[in-house]
Each structure stands twice: as C-alpha cells, then as structure tokens.
C-alpha cells in the first residue's frame, strides 16, 4: 500500500513463505554453486537464509541480503552476509541507530560492519546510498525523477546489484547500475509492474 505522501506501507500474508525450508534450499546445492550471488531477504525463515548463506559462503558466491522486512539478526548470520543492502529503518532495527542524515548512516554502517557484515550498501531514498567497507565509505546521490510510487525500489536496487555482481562489475559499479533501476521503479506504480526493463535503464543511464 501506499500512504498519502507516496511512502510504500508493506503488508505481509506469510503463507506459503514461512514453509521454505532448510531442506528446499539443500535441493538447490548445485544451483547456488554455479550461479554468480545469490540474494536472499527476510519473508522465509531465518534458518532457512541461513542454510542459503552457509552453501554461498562454502562455494565463494556472493551471498546478498535485503533485511526487510527488518528484524533483528543474529551475528552468525550476519558474518555470513557479502553485501547487506538495509534502507533506513532496517539499518536502525538492526543498529539502534537512528538513521537521518549522512552522520547517522555512515554510524549505523560501521555498527554493521563490526558485527561481521563485510559490505554495507545502505539506501536512503532521495538521499542517494551509502556504500561502506573496510577500506571506504562512499556516498552516491539518487537519480532525481518524479516519484510515483517507491514501493519494490529496494527490491528492484538489490536484484539489480546482484545482476550486476553476477556479470562481473565492480561493487561501485553494480551499485550505480542498481540505482538507475531503482530511480525508474519508483516512477511507476505497483511492483512487479514498475521494474523497468534492461532497455529502459540504458536509455535512462545514457540521457
């Protein structure tokens, strides 16, 4: 749903969701060994992420995770995650920092990064994103457009960074392409619906 200044309110019906097991995620081995990241978030559970991580982690594939919907996580966990890809809220459910400004994002970063997390990309609307490691922190603006709708943008900025780590890109490279993609989804409604295609994103980055 949307509120009335166009701010995504996300409702959640479990279902079939919360039945993904440990089991599910073993059956797919082989799959998570070839591929080029694998991307998890927090609608399955947690033990189930965790199996996900641990056969990323065994194969030297990228292992991504969008904490949303946010909740607090365990260091085991976390110290398996490549790229952690929280927006603002869910860095400070996962910190206790309250994230506003570039001061209080590059704190909740380096909380992230102490409890194992190896990067942090954390979004933060119109803002642009923070990206933080053990070497850098580097903040990028968002690509000014006329917001719509921004629900799925930060699925449409984590799926298409994981693309962009699977085709070989750069971190900082991947986590441009993916904001591109997630300023173009916030101009349409809906989610499915507003994730724009390759075409779409090259024509926008090229303008």
Do not use: C, W
């Not at 969008?66 to 490549?82: G, H, N, Q, W």
């Amino acid at each position: 749903m949307v509120d009335d200044e166009g701010n995504n309110v996300i409702v959640v019906a479990p279902g079939a969701n919360q039945k993904l097991s440990p089991d599910d995620v073993k059956k797919a081995e082989t799959d998570i060994a070839s591929s080029g990241a694998v991307v998890a978030q927090l609608e399955v559970p947690l033990e189930t992420i965790e199996s996900a991580g641990k056969l990323a982690n065994q194969s030297g594939v990228p292992f991504v995770l969008d904490p949303a919907p946010a909740r607090k996580l365990s260091p085991e966990l976390l110290r398996m995650v490549d790229v952690l890809t929280p927006n603002e809220t869910e860095a400070q459910i996962l910190t206790g920092v309250e994230v506003k400004d570039h001061d209080s994002a590059r704190a909740a970063s380096e909380s992230l990064l102490s409890l194992g997390v190896k990067t942090v990309i954390l979004t933060m609307g119109v803002q642009g994103f923070l990206l933080a490691d053990t070497e850098r922190i580097e903040f990028v603006n968002a690509r000014m457009v006329e917001a719509v709708d921004s629900t799925a943008a930060g699925d449409a900025f984590t799926g298409s960074l994981a693309v962009g780590m699977a085709q070989g890109k750069t971190l900082s490279e991947a986590a441009s392409f993916a904001n591109y993609v997630a300023a173009l989804s916030v101009t349409k409604m809906g989610a499915q619906p507003s994730m724009p295609t390759l075409k779409e994103v090259e024509d926008f980055m090229n303008r």
